[in-house]
């Protein structure tokens, strides 16, 4: 099975500034690893997806429909970062990585973003 | 607009079956290519993924619980049902049911449902 490992358990940052997230995969993924985003009390919410197509190639990714261009996901093989631009308030929230290279799929053990 | 609505007990007794059920609304799981997953959130923890089902019927299990889980699909009535079996206080958390338009990510949840291991 794959395992994600996901740092920092948390972060503390300030509205506008830069961060980044890593995710690394126990064995190389291709671009398969997605990203969510979550709020207390609230389902995750998806921010980044791969998908699988037919031609060759690296599986491209992109943004879930609604997600502002603020958020980037890179990387591949073993070792993936989400980098948020220019924190907004909003932002704030505990964020998970998911490697959906094969089944059984799983989830980083997430990180907490909070307000410094 | 797709929605998934989970339901079951709030409360299940150490060593019961627990019975989940997502219904599903805005698409079918008959379409080429979806799929249904069910994950697991205990309070304060991380997710965890326990099961998917595709469209064509094919079920994936978590290895960690494979013997405890079964899915099954009732695409009449726009359903998924998750059956775990010999509970845990260790089971104790929010299940999710979430729609795979690819059987990769997931793009819609429902609002997940608490459910309590105690006797």
């Known amino acids: 099975d794959i395992q994600v490992t996901q740092s920092p358990s948390s972060l503390s940052a300030s509205v506008g500034d830069r961060v980044t997230i890593t995710c690394r995969a126990s064995?190389?993924?291709?671009?398969?690893l997605n990203w969510y985003q979550q709020k207390p009390g609230k389902a995750p919410r998806l921010l980044i997806y791969t998908l699988a197509t037919s031609q060759s190639g690296v599986p491209p990714r992109f943004l879930q429909s609604g997600v502002p261009s603020r958020f980037n996901g890179s990387g591949s093989g073993t070792d993936f970062t989400l980098t948020i631009s220019s924190l907004q308030p909003e932002d704030f929230a505990t964020y998970y990585c998911q490697q959906s290279y094969t089944t059984p799929y799983s989830f980083g053990q997430g990180t907490k973003l909070e307000i410094k | 607009q797709i929605t998934l609505k989970e339901s079951g007990p709030t409360l299940v007794k150490p060593t019961q079956t627990l019975t989940l059920t997502c219904t599903l609304s805005?698409?079918?799981?008959?379409?080429?290519?979806?799929?249904v997953g069910w994950i697991r959130q205990p309070p304060g923890k991380a997710l965890e993924w326990l099961a998917l089902?595709?469209?064509?019927?094919?079920?994936r299990y978590s290895p960690s619980h494979k013997n405890r889980l079964t899915i099954t699909k009732d695409t009449s009535k726009n359903r998924v049902v998750l059956t775990m079996t010999n509970m845990d206080p260790v089971d104790t958390a929010t299940y999710y049911c979430?729609?795979?338009?690819?059987?990769?990510?997931?793009?819609?949840w429902g609002q997940g449902t608490m459910i309590t291991v105690s006797s």
């Open positions: 064995q190389s993924i291709s671009t398969f």
């Open positions: 089902i595709y469209w064509d019927d094919d079920k």
């Open positions: 805005g698409f079918s799981l008959s379409d080429a290519g979806v799929a």
């Open positions: 979430a729609h795979s338009p690819t059987g990769r990510a997931f793009d819609i």
